[in-house]
């Protein structure tokens, strides 16, 4: 993953002397006797070098997903505002350029320029230019978002024309220690912080103690997977890594599990605007005909309709930099609900339990989840100026996040006790002022986040579709069918607790301990000790312990709730 600043120079100077091939052909000389050069060398390197990927390694951007990287970039990063709705055909082509570029071992802009314009306007000279540009990038490689295709995109009729997904970033920069953090806390603190006073409802004060150790085993799985990154050339991602360990099948296995807790996500949104906005308007209802839509199913359907049109946009920018507000709307949760119950006098009068053994199960699902943001730590990695500082940037991140967790969930449940609901939202007393600014923030967080968390697993099936059907309309079409399916499972299990210690306990235990650990012992086998050996087959018989016990009981109580 590393490189010496000699090859650097000379990957940046064969970049800038592309259109001169006497030039390329000398750099590339040079190249390869320094690659001689360094394999016979000591192995030190520089931590800001990213060096492309040689041909071996190759393999693990041409196989499904080869989109994911990309995808998850949005997710995760901060980015000048520039909105395009489905984009032109000018458009298309600088994202076609961005990507071929992007898969030649750039490592991606995490915190991108919030000054500058994403995209200038551009004469007619300059777009003849970043056309031409943009052919000569295609011969240089074969690596595309979407399968290859051998037509031009000029060649190809405009309503036929693939939608190449343009999330256009600028040149791409190293992100700094503190940008990092904010990057990590935005990932980890979600919806997630919600429901921890209802989990120490569920198993009592003791259970807190399970949060604590899921921070530690989750930081130290999170190195692990960085020491992954570091034992082979090409690794960037989670399925480059489950590709590496297990080969295809662990690559398509771990994708698979990564898009469907990002679907389940999805899900949640919708519960959570629901029951928020019905707690809001309490009375609103739809008639239709004889039918008659309660404020929950109204307000679902409503929030779809909102969201559905931000999953066509090509360009999504402009919801990853308003996304980052996730932050701010966690803390500013958190500060609400110290605010209702010491200035608003609700008071933090109930003692609780200290352990309640038959909620230990669905606890350990709803702390689970609130670590699940190792799908996109890699990214994170890869954007560092230096990437010695990732197990304190991962230590920096859960410390933070932990401390946000505690503290909201030991004031909700000191404040409302076992009338504590699955989301501290709904307990805050309808008549103030401050509770109706923690409800209105929480609304708003998830539609700004729908689009980016629901956009991976699109990208992910636009890939499988033959070049012919990737153009416009079969596109909205696919992403349409993935949001309404949302909506079909948010009302038919409309329970956002179960839901979420269903996913922390199933998904997250995969993605965030068990599978770390696996990879690691596959990948550096015979170079790891004993006592590393000793530490993964403990997080990983904690892991499979919380996975069965809290799945089944997540499931138990959801279908009690139907019968």
């Not at 990948?523 to 919380?546: D, E, P």
């Amino acid at each position: 993953m590393r490189s010496s600043v000699s090859e650097r120079s000379l990957i940046i100077e064969s970049d800038d002397d592309d259109d001169h091939p006497q030039s390329a052909t000398a750099a590339r000389r040079r190249r390869s006797g320094s690659d001689s050069d360094s394999g016979s060398g000591s192995d030190s390197s520089s931590p800001c070098a990213t060096p492309r990927a040689p041909p071996a390694a190759a393999s693990y951007t041409q196989q499904w997903p080869q989109s994911y990287r990309q995808s998850i970039d949005i997710l995760s990063s901060v980015q000048s505002p520039n909105l395009s709705f489905l984009g032109t055909p000018t458009l298309s082509r600088l994202s076609n350029s961005f990507i071929t570029n992007s898969f030649r071992g750039k490592t991606p802009e995490i915190i991108s320029n919030l000054v500058k314009p994403l995209l200038r306007p551009t004469t007619s000279d300059d777009q003849q230019q970043q056309q031409q540009q943009h052919h000569q990038e295609a011969h240089k490689s074969s690596q595309y978002l979407l399968p290859s295709r051998k037509l031009s995109l000029q060649q190809i009729p405009e309503d036929q024309k693939p939608l190449l997904v343009a999330h256009e970033v600028s040149t791409y920069q190293k992100c700094s220690y503190a940008q990092a953090v904010v990057n990590g806390i935005n990932v980890l603190c979600g919806v997630g912080i919600l429901s921890t006073p209802y989990a120490v409802k569920q198993g009592g004060w003791l259970g807190l103690v399970i949060l604590c150790l899921f921070g530690i085993l989750a930081w130290y799985t999170g190195v692990l997977l960085r020491r992954c990154l570091d034992s082979k050339e090409g690794l960037e991602t989670y399925p480059d890594i489950g590709h590496a360990a297990f080969g295809t099948t662990g690559r398509i296995a771990i994708s698979i599990i990564l898009y469907v807790e990002l679907y389940a996500c999805c899900i949640e949104y919708l519960i959570l605007e629901s029951d928020n906005l019905s707690k809001l308007f309490p009375n609103a209802h739809l008639t239709i005909g004889s039918l008659t839509l309660n404020s929950h199913v109204f307000f679902a359907i409503l929030t779809t309709i909102i969201v559905m049109p931000t999953t066509w946009l090509r360009d999504l920018s402009c919801l990853s930099y308003l996304s980052a507000g996730g932050v701010i709307a966690s803390i500013l949760g958190v500060i609400c609900l110290f605010w209702v119950g010491a200035v608003d006098n609700v008071g933090f009068e109930n003692k609780g339990t200290a352990l309640n053994l038959p909620g230990i199960p669905i606890a350990i699902g709803l702390y689970g989840y609130c670590y699940s943001g190792h799908g996109v730590f890699q990214n994170i990695y890869s954007s560092l100026k230096n990437r010695n500082q990732f197990p304190s940037i991962l230590f920096t991140c859960i410390g933070l996040s932990s401390i946000l967790y505690a503290g909201a969930a030991v004031m909700g449940y000191k404040m409302f006790g076992e009338a504590t609901q699955s989301q501290f939202t709904l307990n805050l007393p309808e008549n103030l002022v401050v509770s109706k600014v923690a409800v209105w923030t929480t609304v708003a967080n998830p539609i700004t986040k729908y689009a980016l968390t629901i956009i991976p697993l699109a990208m992910s099936l636009e890939e499988l579709l033959p070049p012919n059907q990737q153009k416009y309309s079969n596109i909205m079409m696919l992403r349409s069918a993935l949001v309404v399916s949302t909506l079909l499972i948010a009302l038919s299990v409309p329970f956002f607790g179960l839901v979420m210690a269903l996913v922390g306990s199933l998904l997250t235990m995969l993605v965030t301990y068990i599978l770390p650990c696996a990879c690691f012992l596959a990948i550096l086998k015979r170079k790891v000790t004993w006592h590393q050996v000793a530490a993964c087959s403990f997080i990983m018989v904690v892991g499979i312990c919380c996975a069965c016990v809290g799945t089944y009981s997540s499931l138990s109580k959801i279908i009690q709730n139907y019968t």
